[in-house]
């Protein structure tokens, strides 16, 4: 996660199914990152001004945060699945 220090991006936090965005802020020398949460009411369009005020208090991002991968979130909805079962011979 080093080359994203000092940008807004998407993060799959542990025990969280939906990724959140963070302004990952700094890397401190134990290798954990510090990084600030949005404010309710900002766009996801203004994120990437970085306004002081656009943002809270810095937190500690737990252990096994990772960047979030787009691509692992695709899959079938179950109804797609059931339709394609029940007509299989």
């Not at 252990?63 to 979030?68: F, V, Y």
């Amino acid at each position: 996660m080093e080359k994203y220090i000092g940008k807004v991006i998407l993060v799959s936090l542990p025990n969280s199914r939906l990724p959140k965005y963070r302004w990952i802020v700094r890397k401190r020398d134990d290798g954990r990152y510090i990084a600030r949460v949005p404010k309710m009411g900002v766009l996801i369009r203004e994120l990437d001004k970085k306004r002081e005020s656009d943002y809270g208090k810095e937190i500690l991002l737990p252990l096994g945060t990772k960047p979030h991968n787009s691509s692992s979130g695709t899959r079938k909805s179950r109804k797609k699945m059931r339709k394609n079962n029940t007509f299989k011979n």
